[in-house]
C-alpha cells in the first residue's frame, strides 16, 4: 500500500477570478504534498473522521488564525458554516431581527440587492441608502443614509465585487453593524468590534468554496427564536464549535492552510500593503491610459479587490477581444459580471503583484495594437 | 511559474470510518496528479470560476455519472446542495409538506431521531413506526406499520449507520416515499422510481463532506412556497443546475471522480458484490468466534454498510483495548458511535476487501490473545 507517482510540471495562469479565485501556491503544494497521507496518518485529510483528533485540530487551527489575524474580541463566536452568502441572507435575518424592529439596508449592488429580495420574503426592513440611481458607481455619502431609530440591525455590502465599489470608512450606526464581507475580509487590517456579525465565503481571499466564516457577537446569536431549524441558528454551531454536523471538513483545512499562509506574509497589514500595490498599479495603468480604459466607480469608492473598467468606450467587441487575447496570454477571468459587461479584475490575496504585471503590460500591449 | 515537488512515499491505512470515510485511492492519485493544473487550465480545480465552461463539464459529469448509476429516470431532478442531511432534515418538510397532511416517520435510529426533531417544531407529523422498544436492533415489520391515509410522505433513513440496520425491502407507501440515504446510496442497485425524494451526504459511499446530493421528483418539488428563503427550496437548484450560488466546487469534483470509479468497477452491481463480500466475511468472523464478538442486530435488518458488535459481552476495557491495538494495525475508526459504544466497521464503497481481510484476521488474533 505505497504509492508514489511522478508529477509533471506545470505551468500556472495569472487567475483573476472573481471567486472562486486564486489560492496561494505554496497552500496548493502544502495540500498535494499530504494529499494521499495526512501527516502520517495513512488517510487524506477527505478521509479524516470529523470527530477525531486530527479533524479537531484543524477546525482549531482554522479558527484561531482567524481570531489571531483579525483580532477577534473573545465575545465574538467564529464559526464555519455551509450554504455561501446566499445562506446568510436568510440566516442573518432569521437570527437577529428583533419583532417590529426593521433592518436598514444601504443598498450598493446586486449582492445587497441579492439580500434585499430574501427580505422581502416578510421581513421588516428599510432601504436606508440606495446609489441605485448612479447605477452603484459609488457608496452612499453620509449625509444620504437615513437610518431607522430602532432597526434590528444596519446591513453593508463591505465590498461589492459586480460593481468595484468598497467602503473605507464605515457608516455610523447605533444598531449593530451587519456586514457581508465575502470579498474583502482578511484583505487588510478591520476592527471587528465595530461589527455585530460580519460573514464571508472562504472562496475568495481565504480558501476554497464550500465554507463560510461567520463572526458574530455571541449575545446577538441570543436573539434568536429556539424553534428555528437547529441548523439555521447560529447558537448550534457556536455551542458545537462548528461540529454539530459534519462539516466541510477539507474546506476548512484549506482555510486553516490560507491563513497560516496569510500570517506568514505579515497578516493583515501584509495584505493591505501588497493589495494596495496591485490596486494602485492596476488603477494607474487604466487613468494613465488616455480614456481607452475607463473605471466607471468614482474614486473614493474603488475597490482594491475589484477593479471594473470599460474598453473603447465600452465597445463591447472590442471588450471581447481584449478577454480573448487576455486568455490567450494566460490572464485568466478579465470579463465582468455578465450583469454589467466590462472588464473585471478581481485582486484577491492570493494574486500577486507579478500578476498585475503581466496584466498591465497586456493592457498596454492591447491599447497599443487598438490606437 | 513551473513547479514540480518531489513526493515522498506513503502509507496508507486501512480506513473503517463512518464518513467522512475511504475514498478511492485512484481518485486521490487523480487529485494529486492535477491539483496545480487541472487539465492544462494552469489552475487547481478550486481556482476555477464555477461559471467556467470547465466547472460546468465537471457539474454536468456528476449529475450524469449518478444519472446513469443509478437510473434516474427523466421525471426527476439531481441537484447538488450544501448543508449534508442535518439541512434536508428540514428541507424536505419545508418543501414537501401539504397543508394538514402529515409526515408519516418509520423510527429506526439516531438519525431518524434527529430529522423528529426538526419535525416537532412546528411540522404535523406521525410516528407511524418505532423499534425503539427493541433499542433499534431491527428495522419495523410490515404488520407494525400504520401510515395515515393522507400523509405528505413517509420517512425513512435507508440505512441506520449508528444502529447497523439496513432495509432491504421497503415499506410499501401510497405517499411518496422520502429517504435519508446517506450511508447507502450507490452501494447497490436500487429503482429510484419507488422515491419521491432521497438524498443524502457525499462523505460516506460518493466524494467527500461538503456536498449533498438530493433527488427529487421534479412535480413534488414545485410544492414548495416561492416564499421560501431562495436556497431552501429544491426549486431554485433544479432550475439553475445547481449553480445558483457558489457550488462546492471541489467537493463536486470529487464526486464526479468517484462516481466516475463506480462505473469503472461494474456500476452499482459491482459494488453490491463488493459490498456483500465484505460483510460476509466480517459478520461471518463475528458468528464464527464462540461469542466472543456479539451482533446484536436481528439478520434480517443487518447492514452491509456499517458492521456493529459487541466485544467479550460489551466488556468496555476490552473494547478499548480492541480499538487501540486495531489502531496500532492501521485499522482506523473501530469504535462504535459515542452514544451507543462497542464497535462499528463502516464498509463504505472504497473499502476494500483487503481491508476486510486485515481487520477479521486482527479480530481472530485479538480473540486467541484473550480467550
Known amino acids: 500500500m505505497s504509492t508514489t ?4 510540471a506545470v505551468k500556472r495562469a495569472f487567475n483573476f477570478n472573481a471567486g472562486p479565485a486564486a489560492l496561494p501556491l505554496p497552500v496548493l503544494e502544502r495540500i498535494r504534498e499530504e494529499l494521499l497521507d495526512y501527516r ?6 477527505m478521509e479524516l473522521s470529523h470527530r477525531s483528533a486530527e479533524f479537531e485540530a484543524i477546525n482549531n487551527a482554522a479558527e484561531q488564525n482567524l481570531r489571531r489575524l483579525l483580532a477577534i474580541p473573545e465575545e465574538y463566536a467564529v464559526i464555519f458554516v455551509q450554504g455561501g452568502g446566499s445562506m446568510q441572507f436568510t440566516m442573518a435575518p432569521m437570527n437577529l431581527c428583533l419583532p417590529g424592529k426593521p433592518v436598514d439596508v444601504l443598498h450598493t449592488g446586486m449582492w445587497t440587492a441579492k439580500a ?4 422581502k420574503k416578510g421581513v421588516l426592513h428599510n432601504i436606508a441608502a440606495s446609489t441605485e ?3 452603484f458607481a459609488r457608496l452612499p455619502r453620509r449625509e444620504e443614509i437615513k437610518l431607522s431609530p430602532d432597526a434590528s440591525y444596519t446591513y453593508i455590502c463591505s465590498n461589492n465585487t459586480i460593481e468595484g465599489t468598497q467602503y473605507t470608512e464605515l457608516p455610523a450606526s447605533a444598531a449593530p453593524l451587519v456586514a457581508d464581507m465575502s470579498s474583502d475580509i482578511a484583505s487588510r487590517p478591520m476592527d471587528v468590534s465595530k461589527f455585530g456579525l460580519i460573514f464571508a465565503g472562504a472562496q475568495k481571499n481565504l480558501g476554497p468554496s464550500g465554507v463560510t466564516v461567520v463572526i458574530v457577537r455571541k449575545d446577538l446569536a441570543e436573539r434568536a427564536d429556539k424553534n428555528l431549524p437547529s441548523l439555521l441558528q447560529y447558537r448550534t454551531h457556536i455551542k458545537e464549535k462548528s461540529l454539530y454536523h459534519t462539516p466541510p471538513t477539507f474546506a476548512v483545512y484549506v482555510l486553516s492552510l490560507v491563513t497560516e499562509w496569510i500570517a506568514g506574509e505579515g497578516g493583515l497589514a501584509g495584505m493591505q500593503k501588497r493589495n494596495e500595490a496591485k490596486a494602485k498599479l492596476l488603477y494607474h495603468t487604466i487613468e494613465d491610459s488616455n480614456g481607452f480604459y475607463r473605471c466607471p466607480v468614482e474614486k473614493s469608492s474603488r475597490s482594491l479587490m475589484n477593479v471594473v473598467f470599460r474598453v473603447a468606450g465600452g465597445d463591447e467587441a472590442v471588450e471581447k477581444q481584449f478577454a480573448k487575447d487576455a486568455t490567450a496570454a494566460s490572464l485568466i477571468g478579465t470579463p465582468g459580471h455578465r450583469s454589467v459587461g466590462g472588464m473585471r479584475i478581481s485582486l484577491y490575496n ?3 503583484l507579478d500578476a ?4 498591465t503590460g497586456f493592457m498596454r500591449e492591447f491599447q497599443r495594437t487598438r490606437a
Chains 1, 2 share one sequence.
Open 5 to 8: 507517482a511522478p508529477l509533471r
Open 40 to 45: 502520517g496518518t495513512g488517510m487524506s485529510v
Open 116 to 119: 434585499i429580495g430574501e427580505l
Open 133 to 135: 440611481a448612479e447605477k
Open 350 to 352: 492570493a494574486v500577486g
Open 356 to 359: 498585475v504585471e503581466a496584466l
